[in-house]
């Protein structure tokens, strides 16, 4: 019997932190790993993993939802063997949509998942209905946040919502657009006081992924960096987070802080 899938949503709260660009390439590191990766574009409305690899579907999520065609068809074939379920973009029918929708969609992409090591979801900015139902299908939740006050308050926020109504305790992070090693690890630091502070969770750091102005090269040409310039930095990065999430087996230690909630008398605001 063929195994099911890892499912892990890749999110984030704001917009333009990273959260596709973490999703392409970690999903491509992971596959050149010899693992069997399905990639979803979750951003329904507003499709993005198609254009930034260069891919021309003809089909996507937008005509499985309206019957056309069977989640089998749309399959994307990517770099290193990875699959992609392509999103739409424009596509009116796709966005605000209610729960049976989800749970539509993923009882379809259910069926296709026998023999995947790993189902990565590239989620949607924000936590609307449209993001909350991708988080709760997942085994595991990677936050990406930059450093700025507003992403981390959104990563908070993300990571809030998920531990207070969703009973989550664990969580991945991902630091992205760092200078160094150290500037990713103060920039941990910062999310972990504030989560400390109000919640219950344990927050573990994948890694970092360094601000690289090779991901705005390879954005141009249509590729993800990782296979444009596999010597550069960033791509180092992207493996060397691939190696850890398959190492830990995605069964998370308690990590690096493990916190006792407090009761929340305020807005946690000094985040600096
Ligand atoms: N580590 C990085 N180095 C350089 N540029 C980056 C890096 N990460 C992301 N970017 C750039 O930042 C912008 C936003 O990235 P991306 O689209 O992945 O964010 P997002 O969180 O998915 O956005 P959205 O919320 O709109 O879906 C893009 O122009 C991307 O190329
Ligand atoms: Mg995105």
Request: overall charge neutral.
């Amino acid at each position: 019997m063929k195994s099911k899938p890892t499912i892990i949503s890749i999110t984030g709260g704001k917009g333009g932190v990273g959260k596709t660009q973490v999703a392409v390439n970690l999903s491509i590191s992971l596959a050149e790993q010899n693992k069997k990766v399905l990639l979803l574009d979750a951003d329904l409305g507003l499709s993005n993993i198609d254009i930034l690899l260069g891919l021309n579907p003809v089909l996507n999520l937008s005509n499985v939802m309206n019957n056309t065609c069977q989640i089998s068809d749309i399959i994307l074939k990517g770099p290193m063997g990875l699959d992609i379920l392509p999103a739409s973009s424009g596509v009116m029918s796709m966005v605000s949509q209610d729960l049976r929708f989800y749970g539509g969609l993923m009882a379809a992409i259910d069926t296709i998942l026998d023999g995947y090591d790993y189902f990565i979801i590239d989620t949607a900015a924000g936590i609307s209905p449209s993001v909350i139902p991708f988080l709760c299908h997942s085994d595991e939740l990677i936050v990406v946040f930059i450093d700025d006050p507003t992403s981390i308050m959104d990563a908070y926020a993300v990571i809030k919502i998920m531990n207070q109504h969703y009973a989550r305790k664990k969580f991945y992070v991902i630091p992205n657009c760092v200078k160094s090693m150290q500037d990713g690890s103060s920039l941990f630091a910062k999310l972990t006081n504030v989560a400390g502070r109000f919640l219950h969770v344990s927050l573990n750091e994948l890694g970092w992924v360094p601000e690289d102005a090779h991901v705005r090269k390879a954005v141009q040409h249509q590729k993800a960096v990782v296979e444009m310039f596999p010597g550069s930095r960033i791509s180092e990065a992207f493996r060397l987070i691939a190696k850890k999430l398959i190492s830990q087996k995605l069964e998370l230690r308690v990590g690096r802080t493990q916190y006792e909630k407090q009761p929340e008398k305020e807005r946690p605001s000094a985040i600096d």
